[in-house]
T-cell receptor, first 111, second 115 residues
Protein backbone atom coordinates (compact mmCIF):
# COMPACT_ATOMS: atom_id res chain seq x y z
CA UNK A 1 0.00 0.00 0.00
CA UNK A 2 0.89 3.66 -0.01
CA UNK A 3 3.61 4.72 2.37
CA UNK A 4 5.39 7.90 3.49
CA UNK A 5 8.71 7.61 5.25
CA UNK A 6 10.05 10.54 7.26
CA UNK A 7 13.57 11.14 8.60
CA UNK A 8 14.97 11.84 11.06
CA UNK A 9 12.60 10.91 13.87
CA UNK A 10 14.36 13.35 16.20
CA UNK A 11 16.41 16.42 15.33
CA UNK A 12 18.23 18.69 17.71
CA UNK A 13 19.76 21.97 16.48
CA UNK A 14 21.24 25.07 17.99
CA UNK A 15 19.22 28.28 17.78
CA UNK A 16 20.05 30.04 14.53
CA UNK A 17 21.06 26.87 12.69
CA UNK A 18 19.07 25.30 9.86
CA UNK A 19 16.92 22.18 10.15
CA UNK A 20 16.10 19.80 7.31
CA UNK A 21 13.47 17.07 7.39
CA UNK A 22 13.13 14.61 4.54
CA UNK A 23 10.25 12.46 3.30
CA UNK A 24 9.83 9.87 0.60
CA UNK A 25 6.56 8.57 -0.77
CA UNK A 26 5.63 5.44 -2.67
CA UNK A 27 2.59 6.41 -4.77
CA UNK A 28 3.81 8.05 -7.96
CA UNK A 29 0.32 9.49 -8.46
CA UNK A 30 0.61 11.64 -5.33
CA UNK A 31 0.35 15.29 -6.29
CA UNK A 32 -0.08 17.32 -3.09
CA UNK A 33 2.42 17.49 -0.21
CA UNK A 34 1.53 19.45 2.92
CA UNK A 35 3.63 19.92 6.05
CA UNK A 36 2.09 20.26 9.50
CA UNK A 37 3.52 21.47 12.80
CA UNK A 38 2.10 20.04 16.02
CA UNK A 39 2.96 21.50 19.41
CA UNK A 40 2.45 19.42 22.53
CA UNK A 41 -1.22 18.84 23.21
CA UNK A 42 -2.32 20.94 20.25
CA UNK A 43 -3.79 20.27 16.83
CA UNK A 44 -1.62 19.84 13.71
CA UNK A 45 -1.36 23.14 11.86
CA UNK A 46 -0.47 23.57 8.20
CA UNK A 47 2.77 25.50 7.78
CA UNK A 48 3.47 25.08 4.07
CA UNK A 49 2.41 22.90 1.15
CA UNK A 50 3.51 22.18 -2.39
CA UNK A 51 1.83 20.70 -5.43
CA UNK A 52 3.42 18.47 -8.02
CA UNK A 53 3.67 21.14 -10.70
CA UNK A 54 6.14 23.12 -8.57
CA UNK A 55 9.67 22.15 -7.51
CA UNK A 56 10.17 24.58 -4.66
CA UNK A 57 8.16 26.95 -2.49
CA UNK A 58 9.30 29.38 0.17
CA UNK A 59 7.57 31.28 2.94
CA UNK A 60 9.89 33.43 5.06
CA UNK A 61 12.13 31.03 7.02
CA UNK A 62 10.41 27.90 5.71
CA UNK A 63 10.91 26.26 2.33
CA UNK A 64 9.84 22.98 0.78
CA UNK A 65 11.44 21.22 -2.18
CA UNK A 66 9.96 18.41 -4.27
CA UNK A 67 11.70 15.90 -6.52
CA UNK A 68 8.96 13.96 -8.28
CA UNK A 69 11.36 11.70 -10.13
CA UNK A 70 12.94 10.48 -6.92
CA UNK A 71 9.68 10.77 -4.95
CA UNK A 72 11.37 12.91 -2.30
CA UNK A 73 10.29 16.11 -0.63
CA UNK A 74 11.97 18.09 2.13
CA UNK A 75 11.24 20.82 4.65
CA UNK A 76 13.93 23.42 5.33
CA UNK A 77 13.76 25.77 8.30
CA UNK A 78 16.42 28.47 8.44
CA UNK A 79 17.48 30.62 11.42
CA UNK A 80 15.69 28.30 13.82
CA UNK A 81 14.15 29.73 16.98
CA UNK A 82 13.09 27.99 20.23
CA UNK A 83 9.43 28.41 19.22
CA UNK A 84 10.11 26.19 16.20
CA UNK A 85 10.41 23.27 18.63
CA UNK A 86 7.53 20.90 17.85
CA UNK A 87 6.71 17.72 15.95
CA UNK A 88 6.60 18.14 12.17
CA UNK A 89 4.61 15.83 9.89
CA UNK A 90 4.90 15.49 6.14
CA UNK A 91 2.06 14.05 4.09
CA UNK A 92 1.34 12.91 0.56
CA UNK A 93 -2.08 13.09 -1.03
CA UNK A 94 -3.43 11.60 -4.22
CA UNK A 95 -6.46 12.80 -6.14
CA UNK A 96 -9.47 10.77 -5.07
CA UNK A 97 -7.67 8.95 -2.27
CA UNK A 98 -6.69 9.42 1.34
CA UNK A 99 -3.77 11.45 2.64
CA UNK A 100 -0.88 9.48 4.12
CA UNK A 101 1.19 11.07 6.89
CA UNK A 102 4.79 10.42 7.83
CA UNK A 103 5.61 9.27 11.36
CA UNK A 104 6.78 12.73 12.42
CA UNK A 105 10.04 14.47 13.35
CA UNK A 106 10.51 15.86 16.84
CA UNK A 107 12.54 19.06 16.46
CA UNK A 108 14.35 20.54 19.45
CA UNK A 109 15.85 24.01 19.07
CA UNK A 110 18.33 24.73 21.85
CA UNK A 111 18.68 28.32 22.97
CA UNK B 1 -15.02 32.20 10.55
CA UNK B 2 -14.89 29.43 13.11
CA UNK B 3 -12.41 26.66 12.52
CA UNK B 4 -13.02 22.95 12.76
CA UNK B 5 -14.84 22.15 15.99
CA UNK B 6 -14.69 18.89 17.91
CA UNK B 7 -16.50 17.83 21.01
CA UNK B 8 -16.07 16.67 23.58
CA UNK B 9 -12.44 17.67 24.04
CA UNK B 10 -11.95 14.95 26.65
CA UNK B 11 -13.97 11.78 27.02
CA UNK B 12 -13.62 9.07 29.65
CA UNK B 13 -15.31 5.73 29.15
CA UNK B 14 -15.20 2.38 30.90
CA UNK B 15 -14.47 -0.77 28.96
CA UNK B 16 -17.55 -1.94 27.08
CA UNK B 17 -19.21 1.47 26.85
CA UNK B 18 -19.78 3.46 23.67
CA UNK B 19 -17.88 6.58 22.65
CA UNK B 20 -19.32 9.22 20.30
CA UNK B 21 -17.01 11.85 18.92
CA UNK B 22 -18.37 14.83 17.00
CA UNK B 23 -16.78 17.01 14.36
CA UNK B 24 -18.18 20.16 12.77
CA UNK B 25 -16.22 21.16 9.68
CA UNK B 26 -15.25 24.68 8.76
CA UNK B 27 -17.92 26.72 7.03
CA UNK B 28 -17.98 25.90 3.34
CA UNK B 29 -16.19 22.57 3.79
CA UNK B 30 -17.96 19.44 2.65
CA UNK B 31 -15.32 16.77 3.32
CA UNK B 32 -14.29 15.36 6.67
CA UNK B 33 -11.40 13.09 7.63
CA UNK B 34 -10.83 11.26 10.91
CA UNK B 35 -7.39 10.36 12.25
CA UNK B 36 -6.18 8.56 15.37
CA UNK B 37 -3.01 9.54 17.18
CA UNK B 38 -1.43 7.46 19.93
CA UNK B 39 0.97 9.22 22.35
CA UNK B 40 4.32 9.97 20.73
CA UNK B 41 3.10 8.63 17.39
CA UNK B 42 1.91 9.93 14.03
CA UNK B 43 -1.53 10.48 12.54
CA UNK B 44 -3.20 7.31 11.32
CA UNK B 45 -5.90 7.75 8.71
CA UNK B 46 -9.23 6.18 9.64
CA UNK B 47 -12.00 7.39 7.32
CA UNK B 48 -12.79 10.04 4.71
CA UNK B 49 -16.38 11.21 4.25
CA UNK B 50 -18.42 13.74 2.37
CA UNK B 51 -22.04 14.58 3.14
CA UNK B 52 -24.07 11.33 3.39
CA UNK B 53 -21.28 9.33 1.77
CA UNK B 54 -18.19 7.41 2.92
CA UNK B 55 -15.43 7.85 0.35
CA UNK B 56 -12.68 5.76 1.97
CA UNK B 57 -12.87 3.80 5.22
CA UNK B 58 -9.84 1.62 4.63
CA UNK B 59 -8.12 2.80 7.83
CA UNK B 60 -11.01 2.08 10.16
CA UNK B 61 -11.25 -1.25 12.01
CA UNK B 62 -14.06 -3.35 10.59
CA UNK B 63 -15.57 -4.06 13.99
CA UNK B 64 -16.83 -1.65 16.65
CA UNK B 65 -15.99 1.51 14.63
CA UNK B 66 -18.36 3.45 12.40
CA UNK B 67 -18.54 6.95 11.00
CA UNK B 68 -21.18 9.11 9.41
CA UNK B 69 -21.55 12.61 8.03
CA UNK B 70 -25.27 13.32 7.71
CA UNK B 71 -26.85 15.96 5.51
CA UNK B 72 -27.49 18.07 8.59
CA UNK B 73 -25.30 18.19 11.68
CA UNK B 74 -21.76 17.15 12.54
CA UNK B 75 -19.79 14.13 11.48
CA UNK B 76 -19.78 11.43 14.15
CA UNK B 77 -17.19 8.78 14.86
CA UNK B 78 -18.70 6.03 16.95
CA UNK B 79 -16.76 3.40 18.87
CA UNK B 80 -18.80 0.61 20.39
CA UNK B 81 -17.69 -1.58 23.30
CA UNK B 82 -14.51 0.40 23.85
CA UNK B 83 -11.32 -1.33 24.98
CA UNK B 84 -8.20 0.15 26.60
CA UNK B 85 -6.40 0.09 23.26
CA UNK B 86 -8.88 2.64 21.93
CA UNK B 87 -7.39 5.28 24.24
CA UNK B 88 -5.91 7.92 21.94
CA UNK B 89 -6.42 11.41 20.55
CA UNK B 90 -8.89 11.46 17.68
CA UNK B 91 -8.54 14.36 15.28
CA UNK B 92 -10.87 15.33 12.52
CA UNK B 93 -9.95 17.56 9.62
CA UNK B 94 -12.06 19.20 6.94
CA UNK B 95 -11.48 20.44 3.42
CA UNK B 96 -13.51 22.22 0.77
CA UNK B 97 -13.74 19.03 -1.20
CA UNK B 98 -13.48 20.54 -4.63
CA UNK B 99 -10.65 18.10 -5.17
CA UNK B 100 -9.54 15.52 -2.66
CA UNK B 101 -6.11 17.12 -2.52
CA UNK B 102 -7.54 20.27 -0.98
CA UNK B 103 -5.83 21.47 2.17
CA UNK B 104 -7.06 19.80 5.33
CA UNK B 105 -7.57 21.90 8.47
CA UNK B 106 -7.58 20.09 11.80
CA UNK B 107 -9.81 20.38 14.80
CA UNK B 108 -8.48 20.46 18.39
CA UNK B 109 -9.02 16.73 18.87
CA UNK B 110 -10.90 14.55 21.33
CA UNK B 111 -8.78 12.74 23.87
CA UNK B 112 -10.43 9.44 24.69
CA UNK B 113 -9.43 7.59 27.83
CA UNK B 114 -10.77 4.09 28.42
CA UNK B 115 -10.58 2.92 32.02
Amino acid sequence: GENVEQHPSTLSVQEGDSAVIKCTYSDSASNYFPWYKQELGKRPQLIIDIRSNVGEKKDQRIAVTLNKTAKHFSLHITETQPEDSAVYFCAASTEGFKTIFGAGTRLFVKA
Amino acid sequence: NAGVMQNPRHLVRRRGQEARLRCSPMKGHSHVYWYRQLPEEGLKFMVYLQKENIIDESGMPKERFSAEFPKEGPSILRIQQVVRGDSAAYFCASSRGQVSTDTQYFGPGTRLTVL
